[in-house]
């Protein structure tokens, strides 16, 4: 059955940095793009980025531009989030979240998620 | 624009039907997909594509798309659906957007 399993939580002060993990299992790795969502406390659902898992693209939101760097490791079946300079809005659970994107039917979701790691940004 | 509009919260008696929509722009080209979050849990897909159910997912969540609106249809809501549910979708460059989410009450 397919897994993903996060990172531990994390506690960091403003300004640092923070790489979360998310091991994969059950299914080749490079066959999918990984995504990652953070959510802050009683806030929504916030789209960060992918990262194609076979060649190593990414692409990121404008929202997170130059702070973030999505990266893998094929040979750990294992997906990196980085968000540096960080700051107390950054406060967070941060999900990985694997990709299906099917063009000739036009299905896009991610059919499964982390359980979620969170980040705990203040000084 | 790249943004999906959800109504924030929306309510219904056990039972009944209810109808949670979702408006953007990329709705118009590309099909919403529906996540069902319960408090202190991950997101679960529950309609993809159209109007597509994953395994294990009750017959009674639909989907539906005209112009720039999806909606998620729950036919006969149980008390087990009381929950978040966010919509989401992509663009032309790949970006993937949620919507703001809406929080469904079950009377």
């Known amino acids: 059955q397919v897994q993903l399993v996060q990172s531990e939580a994390e506690m960091k002060k403003p300004g640092a940095s923070v790489k979360v993990s998310c091991k994969a299992s059950?299914?080749?790795?490079?066959?999918?793009?990984m995504h990652w969502v953070r959510q802050a406390p009683g806030q929504r659902l916030e789209w960060m980025g992918w990262i194609n898992a076979g060649n190593g693209n990414t692409q990121y939101s404008q929202n997170f531009q130059g702070r973030v760097t999505i990266t893998r490791d094929a040979s750990a079946s294992t997906a990196y989030m980085e968000l540096s300079s960080l700051r107390s809005e950054d406060s967070a659970v941060y999900y990985c979240?694997?990709?299906?994107?099917?063009?000739?039917?036009?299905?896009?979701?991610?059919?499964?998620w982390g359980q979620g790691t969170l980040v705990t940004v203040s000084s | 624009s790249s943004e999906l509009t959800q109504d924030p919260a929306v309510s219904v008696a056990l039972g009944q039907t209810v109808r949670i929509t979702c408006q953007g722009d990329s709705l118009r080209s590309y099909y919403a997909s529906w996540y069902q979050q319960k408090p202190g849990q991950a997101p679960v897909v529950v309609i993809y594509g159209k109007n597509k159910r994953p395994s294990g997912i009750p017959d009674r969540f639909s989907g539906s798309s005209s112009g720039n609106t999806a909606s998620l249809t729950i036919t006969g809501a149980q008390a087990e659906d009381e929950a978040d549910y966010y919509c989401n979708s992509r663009d032309s460059s790949g970006n993937r957007m949620f919507g703001g989410g809406t929080k469904l009450t079950v009377l």
């Open positions: 059950g299914y080749t790795f490079t066959s999918n793009a």
């Open positions: 979240a694997k990709d299906v994107s099917v063009v000739v039917s036009g299905d896009y979701y991610f059919d499964y």
